[in-house]
């Protein structure tokens, strides 16, 4: 069973960083494909960033681009995701997620975690 735990939301004020941490259980992290997710009331999750199961490969949606940076430590079993220059649209419910190489939909989800930016 893979288990994901997120943390490191918070409450932030415009302009500010959170860094989130999303740590996966189990001995096949390294290879998983990682994601991050956001969702706000009434609207559905949406793509942030991925990262290859290497740590090789990312890929941001246009709207976190420049600002946001997904990494990952194989040997701790953590993917981070450095969020800067935060804006109030930032505002939602994080997911982490996993899928394995061989898929293209995600099969593994964190619990999520509020992050709230202040203007």
């Known amino acids: 069973q893979v288990q994901l735990v997120e943390s490191g939301g918070g409450l932030v004020q415009a302009g500010g960083s959170l860094r989130l941490s999303c740590e996966v259980s189990?001995?096949?992290?390294?290879?998983?494909?990682m994601g991050w997710f956001r969702q706000t009331p009434g609207k559905e999750r949406a793509f942030v960033a991925g990262?290859?199961?290497?740590?090789?490969?990312?890929r941001y949606a246009d709207s976190v681009k420049g600002r946001f940076t997904l990494s990952r430590d194989n040997a701790k079993n953590t993917v981070y995701l450095q969020m800067n220059s935060l804006k109030p649209e930032d505002t939602a419910v994080y997911y982490c997620?996993?899928?394995?190489?061989?898929?293209?939909?995600?099969?593994?989800w964190g619990q999520g975690t509020q992050v709230t930016v202040s203007s």
């Open positions: 997620a996993a899928r394995s190489v061989q898929k293209t939909t995600y099969d593994y």
């Open positions: 189990g001995r096949t992290f390294s290879s998983y494909v």
């Open positions: 990262i290859s199961s290497s740590g090789g490969s990312t």
